[in-house]
């Protein structure tokens, strides 16, 4: 299992990488599926950012976190079930 530092190396390289896909191998597991969303009221330029791999269902989760343009946002105005459509219940890593 990868570890914390790991998967927040792989978090800057997907981050800086926006809005266009890095490519990056999951850390974990090596397969191409790593997906970023971050969850922010309207307006603000920072949030909390949900990232993990679709196959391994592994990642970490941050908070206060500057929100890139062309990143995937979610509103926390929205209901709870519509703003965490796509986000898996993953195991956060340590
Ligand atoms: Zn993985």
Redesign the pocket.
């Known amino acids: 299992m990868?570890t914390f530092d790991e998967w927040l190396h792989a978090y800057d390289v997907v981050y800086h990488a926006l809005p266009a896909a890095s490519g990056l191998?999951?850390?974990?597991?090596?397969?191409r599926?790593?997906r970023l969303v971050f969850t922010a009221p309207p307006g603000a330029g920072h949030g909390y950012a949900s990232f993990?791999?679709?196959?391994?269902?592994?990642?970490i989760a941050l908070s206060r976190t500057p929100i890139p343009g062309g990143a995937d946002v979610r509103s926390t105005d929205e209901p709870v079930e519509e703003r965490n459509r796509g986000i898996p219940d993953y195991r956060l890593a340590t």
């Open positions: 990868a191998a999951c850390p974990n597991c090596g397969h599926t790593l993990w791999c679709d196959t391994c269902l592994e990642g």
